[in-house]
Structures are given as structure tokens and as C-alpha cells.
């Protein structure tokens, strides 16, 4: 008999997926997602090599275009368009032997399964969002919204914009609320032990703690989460043992790997689904070999995906700097392409993008795979029991 929570790893048991008859691919990203820019400066702190030149585009941008770098309100956009990414997901599932119900989680809109819904192929897509609830004055938390009802979710989408301009903790738990009384939703709480706006572990540890106090009764899952490192999904697993929570998979994709783990399912619909989650307690995430990867290179490789070029790709997802945007001197935000003199890059930034490119080369690529190995004991820390 099937254990209603368990945690499955495809490279060690290549029969998990025997009792199934689905797969559930959920939190993905795509060209619908607006992405901050943080990672370049993140890519700057962590290789000494990139810091000058960064520090190069922005002092050319400021003086030669009397436009200085603004990353509050830059952002980027996911290579990938709404077909695409369905048709990603799908595939990967078809390939395990199951049907495939995928869960596109935009940032803050509903685009994307919209949109999708037109294709005849993905008319039953779900539609969800993954919120970014501020939380605490200094963060925010990512949630993950699923299966809104269809008539109201521009309605709640609106909810949610007038709670991110005016933030109440009290008026959040109230939206919860009503969210949780409607039975075909689910809410996910995404990458609950991750530090993203870098307020320090303990503080977020603390809000963490608030928020479940205030609103856990209306959290029905935990994820795991695909683009996050071993440890720490680990500590993800003892706060679902803290909590009673259960966990479920979401791949978080951005780039062009299809998600690291998928849920095990028999339900041939996602409220079917939802109703495994919420009612039954069952859930059975298995994560997929990209996920035994060294998870700085995995990490290396999405970014890569955000600046490669896709020339087979619709017009406006071909090139790195369509997909991203800037304001002008105007303060008009516009794709990158548009903002340069006759919508070629500046030399010294081409010439930055092949070094971070370098990176991702055969030789380059399988030297820091090796570097950036993790042990065997590390690999398996989550477990295979029941969870």
C-alpha cells in the first residue's frame, strides 16, 4: 500500500512511479514572470571576475546615457513563453509514463494559465499565481496559489495587489482565510526557509515562526523546493514536522530544465488533486535526477538560461536583452534592445555576458560540476520515509 507522504528520489527507485497514474508539475515560471535583477549582484559578490564589470556598465550607462542603473525597477523576464513551458513540463512527465497536470505559478499574475487556456491542448490548466505577500516590514513570502475558481480570479488578483501596495498582517490572514474556504484552492507556502531578501537566517526564522502562528492553519503544504539546495529542504521537512504540514514538490523553474521534482498522483483532474492535498493528507513528491546535480551548478545553469540566446524562439524571447527591461530617461520601462544605439549591446557588456557565458562551456562547466560536488550523504538527506 501506497504511504500517504513520501519522498522519492527517480535515480535510486525507478519504480516510484508504478502506482501512479499522474503527474503533477507545480511552481514554474515563464515569460509572463517579471524577475528582479538581484542575481547580477549576487553573480558580482560571488565572482570577483564579474564585480568591475558591472561596476563598468553602470558607470557607462549613468554617464554616456544620462541613465543610471535602476534595479528596483529593471527586471528580467524567463526565456520561456507560456506554450513552451506547459509543453516542457508535460514532456517530462509523459516521459515518466503518466498524465501530466501542470501548475504555472507566475509571479503576482495570472497571465500565463490565461493565456493557455485558449490552446486546446492546456484548456484545463489551472489557474495560479505565486503571491508575494510582505510580511514583517523587511520581507515578503512567496506563496503559492492554485486552482482559483476561473470567474473570480481576476477578482483575487486584485485582492492581492491591494494588499502588496498596503500591507496588514491582519487584513493577510483574512485573505487566507477566504482562500482556505474554498474547497478546490490550494495554498502553498514556497521556499518557507529561504533567506530571499537576505534580512539574516534568525529574523526570518522569527517571521517564519509569526507567520505560522497567525496563518498556518490555512497553509496545506510545505514545498520542496526543486532550485533549492539539500539543506535546506532538510530544514523544510523538520518545520513540516513542527507544523504537521504536508509536503509537496515545486520545481520553481525559471530557465529552460524542466522542474526537479513533481508530486505522484492518481487524480485524472487538479481538484482531484488539490483534494489528495487537502483531504486525503497524501501526498508523494519525487524529485528527478537533475536535482542530484551540485546545486551551484544547476544554480550557474539557470542563470546561463536567462542570458542565452534562442533564435527558434517567438519574437521578443530571442535574445538576451529582449527579455530584459529598464526604464529610459523617461522612466518608460523598455526591453534592453531598445535602449541601445541602433539595438546592439555596448561592446564592454557583450564581452561580460560571453565571460558569464564562458562559464557555462564544456571545459569550464564539468571543472566547476566537479568542484561543486556534494557527498553521498548529503545527497540522501531528505529520506525516503514516510514524512
Known sequence: ???LRRISYLWKDQQAC????????LHSHTNQSKETLDFLANLGAQYRLLRPILHEAERRSRERHNTPVNYAAAYW???LTPRLAFDL???QIHNLGLMPLV???????????????TVASARHIPVSVEWSAPYGGDQAFHLGIHNLPSESGAAWMKIFEEYTANPDEAKLTEILAALHALPNVLIVFNHPMWDLYLIGCAKHKQRVESFMMANGEYMHALELNGLRHWEENRAVKKMAQQWNKLLISGGDRHGVEPNANVNLSTASTFTEFVHEIRYE????????PQYAEPWKHRILESTLDAIRDYPDFPQGSRHWDERVFH?????VVRP??????????????????KAVRLMGSRPVAGGLRMAWSESRELRFALGEEIV
Open 77 to 79: 523576464t524567463p526565456p
Open 89 to 91: 513540463e508535460s514532456r
Open 103 to 117: 501548475s504555472i505559478t507566475d509571479h503576482d499574475n495570472i497571465n500565463a494559465p490565461m493565456l493557455l487556456r
Open 281 to 288: 493528507d497524501r501526498s508523494h513528491v519525487l524529485f528527478m
Open 336 to 353: 534592453l534592445r531598445e535602449l541601445w544605439p541602433d539595438q546592439k549591446a555596448p561592446s564592454y557588456l557583450e564581452l561580460g555576458i
Open 327 to 331: 526604464p529610459d530617461q523617461n522612466g
Open 18 to 25: 508504478n502506482e501512479y497514474t499522474t503527474g503533477v508539475s
Open 1 to 3: 500500500m501506497t504511504a
